[in-house]
């Protein structure tokens, strides 16, 4: 797991940018219902290397030009009385990636 500890660790998150540069796609999936600092932090030090953070209903980052985010579905859960059947609803993206 990855919390504040961790993103505290200087050379963690050295490496976890690193990793994360150099990918085209990548996915966080927040298990709380809270955003951490740490995944805000996280994200603003990759946004400083020249990434782009995306506006979905998951966390994902994708670099400038390589990958198009063509369609994204959420199962809703807002009907009055539906008891929860998933901890988190599914979620789908789809990708059109050009060079792959």
Not at 72 to 86: C, I, K, S, T
């Amino acid at each position: 797991s990855f919390g504040d500890s961790k993103s505290q660790n200087t050379e963690v998150m050295r490496t976890l940018i690193q990793i994360v540069s150099r990918c085209d796609v990548c996915v966080f999936v927040c298990v709380f219902q809270i955003v951490s600092r740490c995944d805000v932090c996280l994200l603003q030090e990759v946004r400083d290397t020249k990434q782009k953070a995306m506006p979905l209903l998951m966390t994902a980052l994708n670099r400038i030009g390589s990958v198009t985010v063509t369609d994204q579905y959420q199962y809703p859960d807002m009907l009055p009385g539906d008891e929860d059947a998933f901890s988190r609803e599914p979620f789908i993206v789809r990708l059109h990636t050009p060079k792959t």
